[in-house]
């Protein structure tokens, strides 16, 4: 099956820092892909959607120079979290979409999540 | 999208079938029904969708009525790793427009 990968699995960082999290499709290009946020007993939000090669979309009340997304390839997207501080501490889980093949499904596969914590 | 409704926490023993629901009354023609489950501080998982008719994998069985307004998630055979929060969510799945939103889905807790 699609295997969608994130790294780190979980990082520390201190508050003004910056911070990036990779988001890899591994068996299948992917030309678009998705990240969400989720907080503690939350459901997963949609933050923001990405294709390759063109700006992100984010959804409203996400901050697009807070969250920079770059989808330079059909296999890798990333999340930088700018100055980040406490309150962006939550699991972040991206999504890559395949671009249907042969079967025509777009199907869209999630990575493990990244837990970040700023301190 | 059409939303969904789902009880917010469900119970199951050990071994027993989990029966989860889910009220998706305002799906359109072409909407899918999906369900995925989320162990604690993993990825979602994909279980199962169907579009009309049940359908059923190794993992589990969809019950769809017959209007689509209603479904059935169903484990057979409940486990203490089955223990999730499972989404529901009715989507317009195969096109390149598609995205998966979460609403807050059920907290199933299997219990020995």
């Known amino acids: 099956g699609a295997v969608v990968s994130q790294h780190p699995s979980r990082v520390i960082c201190k508050s003004g820092t910056s911070v990036k999290i990779e988001c890899r499709s591994l068996d299948f290009q992917a030309t678009t892909m998705f990240w969400y946020r989720q907080f503690p007993k939350q459901s997963l939000m949609l933050m923001a959607t990405?294709?390759?090669?063109?700006?992100?979309?984010?959804e409203q009340g996400v901050e697009k120079d807070k969250f920079l997304i770059n989808h330079a390839s059909l296999t890798l997207s990333t999340l930088t979290v700018t100055s980040a501080h406490p309150e962006d501490s939550s699991f972040y889980i991206c999504?890559?979409?395949?671009?249907?093949?042969?079967?025509?499904?777009?199907?869209?596969?999630f990575g493990p999540g990244t837990r970040l914590t700023v301190t | 999208d059409a939303k969904t409704t789902q009880p917010t926490s469900m119970d199951c023993a050990e071994g027993r079938a989990a029966n989860l629901p889910c009220n998706h009354s305002?799906?359109?023609?072409?909407?899918?029904v999906y369900w995925y489950r989320q162990i604690h501080s993993q990825g979602p998982q994909y279980i199962i969708h169907g579009l009309k008719n049940n359908e059923t994998n190794e993992m589990a069985s969809l019950i769809i009525t017959e209007d689509r307004k209603s479904s059935t998630l169903i484990l057979p055979h409940a486990t203490l790793r089955d223990t999730a929060v499972y989404y529901c969510i009715v989507r317009v799945a195969f096109t390149s427009y598609d995205k998966v939103i979460f609403g807050p889905g059920t907290s199933l807790s299997v219990i020995p």
């Open positions: 999504s890559a979409r395949d671009q249907g093949g042969t079967s025509g499904r777009y199907e869209q596969y």
């Open positions: 305002t799906i359109s023609g072409n909407e899918y």
């Open positions: 990405s294709n390759e090669g063109s700006k992100a979309t984010y």
